[in-house]
């Protein structure tokens, strides 16, 4: 689908080497098992926003997963959307927050037009060095994929998830 329009791309960001600050890789990992139809497109962006989404021209509804720093209880799954992140009076979230912002804004000026943000955010437990999600985290996966799953839904006008 790459250089199409893809009505919903569902983008993964954050470090894999840092334990729960890649739970953005690993849900999109985890829901390639998932069948979304062909305007669904799961992209595993790691720490390089803009690279991972250049190559399209428009995006209806971009679903944003990340770590999420907020004070809450680890595993803790928030849905936020581009100008409550774009808030500075807004509490400190995800390490990528600011680079997520530029790299929109970078897209933007190459001429890539994106409709709908939605930033899904998890409270890490863990960010040292290491590959494997918390406890916490990893539990909250199923949740979330859940929630993933009826946000893409509601795109696609179904009432239950995909």
């Known amino acids: 689908m790459s250089g ?17 600050e890649g739970v953005g890789v690993h849900i999109v990992r985890a829901l390639s098992e998932v069948e979304f139809g062909e305007w669904v497109e799961l992209v595993d962006g790691g ?3 803009y690279e991972a989404l ?33 808030d ?6 995800s390490v990528h927050e600011h680079g997520l912002l530029d790299a929109l804004g970078l897209l933007q000026q190459a001429g890539v037009r ?5 930033i899904y955010g998890v409270e890490p437990a863990e960010a040292g060095w290491g590959t494997e999600l918390s406890a916490q ?3 909250s996966l199923p949740r979330l994929a859940e ?4 946000e893409v839904g509601m795109v696609a006008g179904e009432e239950r998830p995909i």
């Open 114 to 118: 994106v409709g709908e943000v939605v």
């Open 147 to 150: 929630r993933l799953q009826a």
């Open 47 to 49: 720490t390089a926003v």
């Open 88 to 93: 500075r009076t807004a509490p400190a979230l």
């Open 4 to 20: 199409a329009m893809s009505p919903v791309v569902v983008l993964g960001v954050g470090n894999l080497l840092r334990q729960d």
């Open 137 to 139: 985290v990893a539990e």
């Open 54 to 86: 250049s190559h399209w021209r428009q995006i209806g509804k971009l679903i944003v997963i990340d770590a999420l720093r907020a004070g809450r209880e680890p595993g803790t799954i928030s849905r936020l959307s581009l100008r409550e992140v774009a």
